[in-house]
């Protein structure tokens, strides 16, 4: 049979040639065919994709080697376990010629009247040598051999995803290469054992994505009769029963997590059918298509969090072409960690107040905002020690910070994912990658430090940056200001990921909502700024509950603002609740208000995609205690972002905070510029408390104006 005749199987590794290796058909191969092989097992360094690429041009060299490897691995898989027959496997009698060497036909093009806007992601388990489909009425055996069979076209009759009813992302895409483009596929587990690395599939405008030999991002080289319709990837189930067993499917574009998706199964003594409840869902979509977008922009890092079976969290940090780190924290590590940072942060900000017999706190911050320079040591010391600690619990194994430290060696773009339902908001900004012992000496980088007070806040890494060694303290090290790190929401229910805010008007409006509880001539002093900025008769001051619920369903403000305080409900018991905002004099407006509101009567904020700013206290700060928060409310509503502060802020300094950034904002820059020149410009006044704003969208979420 000819090389052209016998589709590609792309489940090859490097234990399989091993293997072949050490039996008896190593004769079989010819001479330059085992030198060959010698030669590839050589190459320790390679990586999983980059062996499957070798292994692609052993094949075209050698393929009377390449036949007798692959009937090697269908006998080594036959004396495995049992190759079903036609009473348990779905579809009838297994036929070996028939289900691995028939050619597989051209991917088809969709049906004539599908829309090709609809494609999506199918997912399904099937047994490697039939490659017939595993029912999700099918227990798995332990330690049995599996596919996931991978592909984006029209909703597949068995795929899991099937009723998830939720299109891929594909007019997000470039279509770069040969008019399509090329897609990652990661799969990852704790349960299952899974090949480490990534996989690639290409998807063309028009067509089913297809799998071939030819170099990712490169021309294709190869005939439609060398294609394959699926991507298969290989995975063993675990060696003990359980009810929920899980894998992590990612398809990413550039860096960019496009969607993923979540496969749960259970798995039993032994492989029957009728017990099984293997199930599917979509858990992250970065968009369903954007309007106009000509490409993406490259991501150098994904950090997927989810949630695991037990209530802890998963965190999956991706650089490259493979997984840099995978892992999981229980529930009270999350929060103790989060609970120490914005400790650190707020005691940074303000100190308790001696002579008050309540929590009231002093402002640490002079009248400008600004701290002189020995308490900015200090503080750059203690909040140093909390971000080395939280890249512990991003990368808690050296080589894992080691490759995290590879993929973010210069200023990058870091964008972080959130399981659909994961409530946690990390402090990324935080996160300091130069090591430190708090139990040391500290060492002041005078480079570093000079640059930040002194300079203009255009660079984002240290000019002295070879010197860093333990305990050295520097601006820099800090992700928030070396780093454009973005959140964007998981967009349900087809929404887009806005690149855009507001309704391309020429004169932008803005609603704000604030408390009147506040210090009434700081409140006046940033009023009249922001009417300024805006216009008087652009802004929509709202100091009720009801005037807020009229502003926000006219639908017609293109940034809305809530200068107000943040208070946490509590529930009969006493138990800590979701935030309310505090609208006018006692007006309490809690998420499920605002929800309700949408439900009743309400604007259409598809169409103008506001920016939400929430500067107040404890707006953003979701735990997984906080099972609903505003900016995930915001972000189903339709708003384009979500931008709040981390902890309880003092009224001065949220001032100028949303002065600096609406101000940036307005002239053109987007969120992630906007929110990189307010740390800056306060960092210049020994000021660290920048860290403490987050931003929830894309990092080029610009004004929709109409002059751009």
Partial sequence: MSAGDRPARQWIERAEVLALRESARWKEISPAAQEALDALLAEEDLDAQGFRRRVAAFRRAHQDAWDVLMDFLDER???????????????????????????????????????????HLNLCLTWPLSREVVGPHWQLGTGG??????????????????????????????????????????????????????????????????????????????????????????VTAPLVPTHDARLRVLVSHRGNQLQSATVTARVGEREEPGTGATTARVDFTLTAGFDGLEELPDRDTAIRISRGVDGSVMVDIGGGHQPVSTFWLTEAQVEGALFRARSVLTDVHAAPDPLAADARRVDRLDGGNGKEYQEFEDDLWRLAAVGWDLLHLLAPVPAQRAALRGALSAPAAIQVCRQEGQPLQFPWALVYDIPIDAGGERRVCRTGVRQALRGDGSLRSCQDEASHRLNSLCPYGFWGYRHTIEQPPSRRGGGRLARFAGRRAAEPELTVGRSLSLHPELASQHLTSLRGRFGDERIHDCDSREALRHELSRGRSDCIYFYCHGRRAKDASGATGWTELEIGH??????????????????????TSPLVFLNGCHTADDTPSTWLGFVDLFCDLDASGVVGTEISVSQRFANEVADLFWGHFLVGADVGTALHRVRMELLRKGNLLGLAYTAYCSAELRLNSVGR
Avoid: K
């Fill in 145 to 234: 051999r599996y596919e996931l069979r991978v592909d984006i076209g029209q909703p597949a009759p068995d795929s899991l995803l099937r009723d998830a009813d939720r299109p891929f992302p594909e007019e997000a895409l470039a279509h770069d290469v040969d008019g399509g483009d090329w897609l990652q596929v990661t799969v990852l587990s704790e349960d299952f054992a899974v090949p480490v690395g990534w996989y690639a599939l290409f998807l063309p405008p028009d067509r089913p994505s297809w799998v071939c030999a030819c170099v990712p991002d490169g021309p294709h080289g190869c005939r439609p009769q060398h294609r394959d319709r699926h991507l298969r990837i290989p």
């Fill in 586 to 607: 006692e007006d309490r407006v809690a998420p499920t208000q605002i929800s309700a509101w949408a439900a009743d009567d309400w604007g259409n904020w598809a169409q």
């Fill in 77 to 119: 898989e036959r004396a495995h376990r049992h190759v079903p027959d036609s009473a348990t496997v779905p579809g009838g009698a297994y036929d070996r010629d028939t289900a691995d060497r028939t050619p597989q036909a051209p991917p088809a093009l969709p049906d004539d009247g599908a829309d090709e806007d609809e494609r």
